[in-house]
């Protein structure tokens, strides 16, 4: 993999870094060949970069060992960083995928809501225009391994769903974000998305709200258009076939049904009581706060990291929790947890009409060679 390519398509394309930046970059030590790219480039463009190590056996220690007054306490350093940062890039680079599976889940959901002020400075700020900010990722062998994949291949895999394997991948991005941007305006003239699917049929209103063309440069890989449906309104019955991913833990088989906008049951065929868990941490954790249909066919199989999942194309998400200002959404909760569905065999009626069908959208004009 040529990292410098990756680091160059992360400073100019995804987060445009300029002079005087205040450029937050966080990772594991197994990122830093990446790390190490993306800081030369940041500072040959005048940003000022600063390296967060994260380490899956850290956390699991501070969950250990943490006294309760600790897991309820929100640090005045992380709370200012989360206001002054202009840039950040956050590195999915896991050396465990699966650091707190020891970890009691009250211990978890007590420190969610501790950080609850940082996710919503985030996404206020978000929704303001005041950060810049990407998520992408390198490939791990813990990774590779999830999978199912060798290392080679995996590395391979993460090439294509970036689109380095192409000859200029910034103009394939540019050619992605004008077919998302034909999806993104034919939605946003629409005011009930209904889904029918395997166990699912469930009715969403989005009018009014904005959708949101994620063209890579907020998720590298990109490839996923959505808003945050009207909070009161959700009706019916979803099912993710593809596993759910939360905190390193995996939940299988998530049925959902939904009364005016909120959760009244939640069935796992696996993890059933850390689902009831997560849907239960605070009052906006039963809520839909995102809606999405992924696009990027240059992934095709799920690879149980939510990053790539969400971006499959032919899948539609739900996320429960935080819904992005910037769409319109008003949910707010310390949670922000994405559900992946395979839409094979599925259909989506806008306001009556059918318009996707079995992952592809099937009104001409947004329907892409």
Not at 49 to 74: G, S
Not at 97 to 110: D, F, N
Not at 322 to 329: E, L, N, R
């Amino acid at each position: 993999m040529d990292l410098n390519r990756f680091a160059q398509l992360i400073v100019d394309y995804c987060v445009s870094i300029g002079t005087g930046d205040e450029v937050y970059i966080g990772a594991s030590l197994e990122a830093f060949p990446l790390v190490k790219e993306i800081y030369k480039e940041a500072v040959k463009r005048g940003g000022y970069p600063r390296f967060n190590v994260r380490d899956e056996e850290l956390t699991e220690i501070f969950y250990r060992y943490a006294p309760d007054e600790l897991l309820d306490y929100l640090s005045p350093i992380d709370e200012y960083i989360a206001e002054k940062m202009d840039v950040r890039i956050s590195i999915i680079s896991s050396t465990h995928t699966k650091p707190l599976v020891a970890i009691p889940p009250e211990k978890i959901q007590r420190r969610n809501k501790a950080q609850r002020r940082l996710v919503e400075i985030f996404f206020e700020r978000d929704g303001r225009g005041e950060i810049r900010w990407t998520v992408t990722a390198y490939p791990t062998r813990a990774m590779a391994q999830e999978a199912g994949m060798s290392i080679l291949e995996f590395q391979e895999f993460v090439e294509r769903a970036l689109k380095l394997h192409r000859p200029d991948p910034v103009e394939e991005w540019r050619r992605q974000t004008e077919w998302q941007e034909d999806i993104r305006e034919f939605l946003e003239k629409v005011d009930e998305l209904r889904i029918v699917g395997e166990e699912t049929d469930i009715t969403f209103k989005v009018g009014g709200r904005a959708w949101i063309n994620d063209d890579g440069r907020k998720n590298m890989p990109g490839g996923e258009v959505f808003t945050g449906p009207h909070e009161d309104a959700t009706e019916g019955t979803i099912y993710f076939d593809i596993p759910v991913l939360w905190r390193g833990m995996e939940i299988k088989g998530v049925k959902l049904r939904f009364e005016r906008g909120r959760v009244v049951e939640a069935k796992a065929r696996e993890g059933q009581e850390y689902l009831e868990k997560i849907i239960s941490v605070d009052d906006g954790a039963s809520i839909p706060g995102e809606l999405a249909f992924g696009l990027n066919y240059d992934i095709t199989r799920p690879i149980k990291n939510i990053l790539f999942d969400e971006k499959i194309g032919g899948t539609m998400h739900m996320a429960l929790g935080s819904a992005y200002p910037s769409t319109g959404g008003r949910n707010k909760s310390s949670i922000h947890m994405d559900m992946v569905k395979n839409m094979e065999g599925a259909k989506v009626y806008a306001d009556g009409d059918l318009i996707y069908r079995d992952g592809r959208f099937v009104i001409d004009e947004l329907q892409r060679e």
